[in-house]
């Protein structure tokens, strides 16, 4: 089954600084990559996603790069803001049927 | 008109007790998903059903048992409840067996007393 790894487990940023997340995988047939956001006391929801067959995809102030050789994504979040503050989850999928395994999260506090 | 639905909200019940949690999605989806999040934030997943087949079931307690009467539905019934099974529970669905954005239920928090 997958292995997925999600690093750092927190990170604290002050606001209009960047944020970097990574996620790593271990099943070479995974070929979706999404990141989900999970704010306090709410639902996970995506935020953004990315296939296989592209290298970087960006909406706005969130991107997401892939790299498929390393077998690790990141999301990349620039001019944080308050509202930014969850906690975010990887989740690769595609390789076996049916299985949605998600990373450990990572909690983002943004400082004003 | 909700993705995926799940009732109820909050659930306290006291320690040997059975308890079940429904969950509905009207996304036309063919997998669903339970997931339980303790303290520590982590999204453990327990089971999930793809066109009424069980092909995840992790290591988790034969006290906890999904039920999907149909694609729609995947309920999740839970007996001889203790401590431990305090924590919010999250029901999910997507398509095609996971290569897809995955849909939330607004989550049960059950707190065993």
């Known amino acids: 089954g997958e292995n997925v790894e999600q690093h750092p487990s927190t990170l604290s940023v002050q606001e209009g600084d960047s944020a970097v997340i990574k996620c790593t995988y271990s099943d070479s047939a995974s070929n979706y990559f999404p990141w989900y956001k999970q704010e306090l006391g709410k639902r996970p929801q995506l935020i953004i996603d990315i296939r296989s067959n592209v290298g970087e995809k960006k909406d706005q102030r969130i991107a997401v790069t892939l790299n498929k050789t390393a077998k690790h994504f990141s999301l990349h979040i620039t001019e944080t803001q308050p509202e930014d503050s969850a906690v975010y989850f990887c989740?690769?999928?595609?390789?076996?049927?049916?299985?949605?395994?998600f990373g450990k999260g990572t909690k983002l506090s943004v400082k004003p | 008109d909700t993705a995926v639905s799940q009732t109820p909200k909050y659930l306290v019940t006291q320690m040997g007790n059975d308890k079940s949690i429904k969950c509905e999605q009207n996304l036309g989806h063919d997998t669903m998903y339970w997931y339980k999040q303790d303290s520590k934030k982590f999204l453990k997943i327990m089971f999930s059903?793809?066109?009424?087949?069980?092909?995840i079931n992790e290591t988790v307690p034969n006290r906890f048992s999904p039920k999907s009467p149909d694609k729609a539905h995947l309920n999740l019934h839970i007996n001889s409840l203790e401590l431990g099974d305090s924590a919010v529970y999250f029901c999910?669905?997507?398509?095609?067996?996971?290569?897809?954005?995955?849909?939330f239920g607004q989550g049960t928090r059950l707190t065993v007393v």
């Open positions: 999910a669905s997507s398509s095609l067996g996971g290569s897809t954005e995955a849909f």
């Open positions: 989740a690769p999928q595609g390789g076996s049927q049916g299985n949605l395994i």
């Open positions: 059903y793809n066109n009424k087949e069980l092909i």
